[in-house]
């Protein structure tokens, strides 16, 4: 965000050994010019995954931030249903498991 950006270049050392006048010059450039985002490594990891009878085919594709779940077939849309009808019970099963991974039980 703007005000986020202006606060950190403020509390630059830069910033602060100018004159007022330089000062004002020297954020208003830096607020002007556009806000330089790092570039960001590609971490996206896809798999794939079906049963033995090939029913159902799904795609994962995992960034770090969003992990999807595709499902293709005839079967797709019920699995994909099942699935979301439990949502809640797996989402409690990794916690236990992620607990379990930290405790060492």
């Known amino acids: ?6 606060a950190d270049y403020v509390a630059s050392p830069e910033f602060a050994t100018s004159g007022s006048d330089a000062r004002f010059a020297r954020l208003f450039d830096f607020m002007s010019a556009p806000a330089k985002r790092a570039p960001a490594a590609s971490k996206t990891q896809e798999k794939a ?7 159902v085919r799904a795609k994962i594709t995992d960034t770090g931030k969003v992990f999807t779940l595709a499902l293709k077939a005839k079967e ?3 699995f994909g249903a099942f699935i979301t009808d439990r949502l809640d019970e ?7 498991s992620e607990t379990a991974k930290k405790t060492g039980d």
Do not use: M, N, V
Not at 1 to 6: I, L, N
Not at 49 to 55: F, G
Not at 90 to 96: G, I, K, S, V, Y
């Open 49 to 55: 995954w079906a049963p033995h009878d090939r029913s």
């Open 1 to 6: 965000d703007s005000a986020g950006r202006a």
């Open 90 to 96: 797996l989402f409690e099963a990794f916690r236990q």
């Open 76 to 78: 797709a849309s019920p």
